[in-house]
């Protein structure tokens, strides 16, 4: 996962559209509902509320606070009014006053507090004395911005998917002291008696305090407000996001009669289909699927913001993420505060977490009072074109081509359009363009519309192995749905087992799913676990793996649709030959797709490619039949033309893996499974494996694992030895006699070796956990290793290289399976590559110029070592190099043993050195720790340096820790800012590690 700044950002004024978000802001848009009251405002602030400029009128800060002034009580009656002002709106209109309002109470509450806690400095502060002040310096004291303008156009804290209530008021303590130095610095310099300085944040927590009255008055009259604190019922099973719909629904609003009508019908269609829309004939068994209102749960999630520190690719961090379980209110939370707008909202999820069926029933379920939603399959459009293309397509394919997204734009211009777009993992092995930055696309359209009038709330959904291989904007909300809870699964059982009561199928008794663990807790697998044990005559008692599961559903419904295809009861030897057969098709088709990187595959491209493998292709019918699986949609132009996908991704990757191993051990039997050993033939092989690597989806690593895992342990040596025997001689292999036209990609023949290569090793480090490098290439073994790894740079596209670097570690000549680490890429190769030279001055460059530090447990005693000598070094070259608020986070981990003494002494006078120069640069607690950690592993000491830098911490310490210790428990303040957003990466399998900042 990458994270970067968003470039540019919206302008607060210069559309009215654009969300209130500052103190000005929220005066325009209020102002619009009540013109003589914001004149009014005006002409009391002495013209600084509507000045074009904000002309540095001082006069204006007195306005707010003055007693004899009426500004502060014009503020109140706004709030008081403010029920009555949203009255008869709803849509975009009403979106923006409620931010506005939110807005306001902020800023009231620092006014009222500021004239509670100064009063009578005001009696003293003439305005003539203070313009003069200002005449007399040319400008403002410490600051050469008006005072005025950073009071009118600070943003104040708002609610948002991720801060609810308690994080806004929070953040309204810090907000507000930092505004109050800003306006103390300014009264410090009118020399004021009697004056009495504040401390900031004291002062904060006292506006906070008053913020949090003004909320709950506001609160009371707006339902929306309502939501961003949590003032809303709580229900103990929710089912399709009904909760959402009512929560967001204004009462009285008029539905809508125009192509948005048309939309909304197609959208809310989808609530009364089956949870699995197939025909009844291709599931085999009498099972029933449950409408989608009735069978979908609201998921239970972990919402965190983008920012440089997080790895939202990473169960690790995300597992010390606060779980929640209502999704629906963080949701009406999004979409009534201003951020919905400015940058998309990501969900990510593993595969079978049900992304897609919860955007289908977000849509659903946002009121078309005030929202107008349109539902884009990313599978099903054009992956390398813009996305109002996407939309148009998405449109045309729901609509019939009946609706164009600029006459729906213009139709909706008085509610907020919502997009979402489902499946941007799927969008990024299809495309053939470079997509990482498409979330800062997203974050470009919506600027542009904005900017146009015209507002876009945007929702993006993806795999969670996915979020490494995109840029997401800093501020992103990000929302990873989480699996079923025990109460959840019985509550989908429930609805499915009231749906199957027999006689032709059998509920899935709960204890019988629980059993079963994670496979029961994925909404996916879970219905996969109720069609598999709807089967009378399957015992209750199987145990079966992920894959084992996926077998058994293959087995038997492959079964089912040879017969019917056969029109009789086939058996024994018959029946095996035909499923055998169907499943081969099957797997046929998912590499077909694989391979193309796609999620489809035209019945012409299928038979082409059941041809090109010598597979028997029966002219004039369906290639794959009618299959529970399989999605078959038809297009005609003339004559039919057919496609397939899978309805989840999910079996294709199965399948793909199921092929793989099975080829594989079909060419590890024929040469190492007779009497006499025999040259591996892996025509077949090279043919299926050539094109991408397996790496690139990672659930078809993952069953190639259980595959190769349920194999016994002489045919896994077997498959070992053929493995590595392939790749000992892969670049002088014959060319091959078979299958040569099999070719899903144009001929390449860089391409096919470089991918075969690479997905030898990824199959061979899934057969047996360690592979030493002498033993494939006894001769040289680290430059045959580096070439190869070369090979792969040069050979393979960029998706499929970074993926297959990640897979992999190799370490004092062995390779593995890796920790996927989510490094950038050319660290990932320089450490694949054991170019320690080159990883060296990677690390040291990255760390000066991008302030990006990473250190790395690769598990070995001595490669541990060498990690953590070299990451000090590298990062005390950094601190050196840059001024103290630049400077890399610092990781402190504790000291390996295997450390040489002679560099354990040179890192320390380093240490030491950097350490001279710089206390004075960096925080006082920081410079404490650092000191601290020096003495705990240090060979050498450098007395003088150490008093200098302690005396100086506990000096400087004395002017912070009393402000600092208000934010928390009185009296305690912590050494160390582990949340901080940072260019920082740790892998490390001890504990002990902290993350220390320099500012």
């Not at 943003?155 to 907000?175: H, I, K, N």
């Not at 081509?401 to 997009?419: A, I, N, T, Y």
């Not at 040289?780 to 040069?794: C, F, G, K, N, Y």
Request: proline share 5%.
């Amino acid at each position: 996962m990458a994270t970067t700044p968003l470039a540019g950002g919206l302008g607060l004024s210069s559309v009215r559209r654009d969300p209130a978000i500052s103190f000005r802001g929220a005066l325009q848009i209020l102002g619009h509902h009540d013109r003589p009251w914001l004149d009014r405002l005006n002409a009391l602030a002495g013209g600084a509320v509507l000045a074009a400029g904000l002309v540095p009128a001082v006069s204006a800060v007195w306005g707010w606070v003055d007693q004899k002034n009426e500004a502060v009580g014009l503020l109140r009656k706004m709030l008081d009014s403010t029920a009555n002002r949203l009255t008869g709106t709803g849509g975009l209109e009403r979106h923006e006053l409620v931010l506005a309002a939110h807005t306001t109470i902020v800023l009231t509450a620092f006014f009222e507090t500021l004239r509670a806690e100064l009063g009578e400095v005001y009696r003293t502060a003439a305005i003539t004395d203070s313009e003069k002040v200002v005449l007399a310096a040319g400008r403002r004291p410490d600051d050469d911005e008006p005072l005025v303008r950073h009071l009118y156009t600070t943003p104040v804290p708002t609610p948002s998917a991720v801060s609810g209530f308690e994080e806004v008021a929070g953040g309204v303590v810090e907000w507000a002291a930092n505004l109050y130095r800003f306006v103390d610095d300014f009264l410090a310099g009118l020399e004021l008696s009697p004056y009495r300085r504040l401390k900031a944040l004291p002062f904060g927590t006292a506006v906070a305090s008053r913020y949090r009255s003004l909320f709950l008055e506001l609160a009371a009259k707006v339902p929306e407000v309502a939501v961003w604190a949590d003032l809303t019922e709580h229900a103990a099973t929710r089912t399709a996001m009904a909760r959402l719909e009512r929560l967001l629904t204004v009462t009285g609003s008029e539905p809508s009669r125009d192509l948005r009508a048309i939309v909304r019908s197609v959208n809310r269609s989808v609530l009364d289909l089956p949870v699995v829309d197939v025909d009844a004939d291709g599931y085999g068994v009498d099972a029933v699927f449950p409408p989608v209102e009735k069978i979908f749960t609201d998921p239970r999630y972990r919402i965190a913001e983008a920012d440089s520190g997080a790895r939202l690719a990473s169960e690790e961090w995300w597992s010390k993420v606060e779980q929640g379980s209502d999704l629906d209110l963080v949701l009406a939370r999004h979409f009534t505060g201003d951020l919905c707008a400015r940058l998309p909202l990501l969900f990510l999820g593993h595969p079978g977490a049900g992304k897609s069926l919860l955007t289908r029933v977000l849509a659903a379920r946002l009121p078309d009072e005030g929202y107008t939603v349109v539902r884009v399959a990313l599978r099903r459009v054009d992956a390398n074109t813009t996305i109002s293309n996407q939309i148009q397509q998405a449109l045309d394919l729901d609509t019939h081509g009946r609706v164009q997204w600029h006459r729906l734009v213009e139709d909706s211009g008085e509610v907020l359009r919502v997009v979402l777009l489902d499946g941007l993992d799927e969008l990024l092995q299809a495309t053939t363009q470079d997509r990482v930055g498409y979330l800062h696309e997203i974050a470009e359209f919506q600027r542009l519309e904005a900017a146009m009038g015209k507002p876009v709330a945007v929702v993006v959904t993806s795999r969670t192995l996915v979020a490494d291989r995109v840029t997401v904007p800093w501020g992103t909300p990000v929302v990873k749905l989480e699996e079923f809870s025990e109460e959840q699964v019985g509550a989908w059982l429930a609805v499915w087992n009231e749906h199957n009561p027999g006689p032709g199928t059998r509920p899935l008794p709960l204890e019988t799913a629980l059993s079963y663990g994670q496979l029961a807790r994925q909404p996916l697998l879970l219905l996969m676990l109720a069609l598999y044990f709807g089967d009378p005559s399957v015992p209750l008692d199987d145990q079966l793996s992920e894959a084992d599961l996926y077998e058994r559903l293959f087995d038997t419904y492959s079964r089912r649709e040879v017969t019917k295809k056969a029109g009789r009861v086939l058996r024994g030897e018959e029946l095996d030959e035909a499923v055998e057969e169907q499943i081969r098709r099957l797997s046929t088709a998912a590499l077909g797709m694989f391979n193309r990187g796609r999620q489809d595959i035209s019945e012409a491209d299928l038979t082409g490619d059941l041809s090109a493998l010598e597979e028997s292709v029966e002219a004039g019918e369906r290639v794959l039949g009618e299959f529970f699986f399989v999605h078959a949609p038809e297009a005609r132009t003339g004559s039919v033309q057919r496609s397939y996908e899978f309805l989840h991704a999910t079996f294709g990757e199965y399948l793909v893996a199921m092929r793989v191993v099975e080829v594989l051990r079909d060419v590890a039997e024929g040469a190492f499974g007779r009497r006499r050993p025999h040259e591996p033939d892996d025509d077949l092989l090279f043919a299926l494996t050539s094109h991408q690597t397996l790496a690139v989806q990672q659930p078809v690593m993952s069953f190639v694992g259980e595959r190769l895992d349920a194999l016994d342990a002489r045919e896994r040596e077997r498959v070992a030895r053929t493995l590595e025997v392939l790749l000992t001689g892969y670049r002088h292999r014959r060319p091959p006699r078979r299958f040569d036209d099999y070719r899903p990609l144009r001929r390449d023949v860089v391409r096919q070796l470089a991918a075969y290569s690479a997905n030898l090793v990824l199959l061979l480090v899934k057969a047996v956990p360690e592979v030493p490098l002498a033993k494939l290439w006894p001769h040289e073994p680290l430059t045959q290793w580096r070439s190869t790894v070369d090979l792969w740079q040069a050979g393979i596209d960029s998706t499929c290289y970074h993926t297959t670097l990640d897979s992999l570690v190799c370490v004092d000549g062995v390779v593995r399976e890796g920790d996927r680490v989510m490094l950038e890429p050319e660290i990932l190769r320089a450490r694949l590559r054991v170019d320690s030279e080159t990883e060296d001055r990677l690390r040291t460059g990255f760390a000066v110029h991008d302030g990006l530090s990473y250190l790395v447990d690769d598990g070995t005693g001595e490669g541990t070592a060498r990690e953590w000598s070299r990451y000090i070094a590298s990062w005390l070259v950094a601190a050196a190099a840059l001024p103290g608020d630049m400077a890399p986070p610092f990781v402190d981990v504790p000291r390996p043993d295997l450390v040489p003494q002679d560099t354990l002494v040179a890192v320390a006078e380093q240490a030491y050195q950097v350490l001279a120069r710089k206390f004075r640069e960096w925080t006082p607690e920081f410079v404490g720790a650092f000191v601290g950690w020096l003495e705990t592993w240090s060979p050498v000491v450098d007395q003088r340096i150490l008093e200098r830098a302690t005396s100086y911490s506990r000096s400087m310490s004395l002017f912070t820790t009393a402000e600092l210790s208000v934010k928390a428990d009185p009296g305690v303040f912590p050494p160390f800012d582990t949340d901080r957003s940072s260019d920082f990466s740790v892998y490390w399998r001890g504990a002990g590690a902290k993350v220390w900042h320099t500012t």
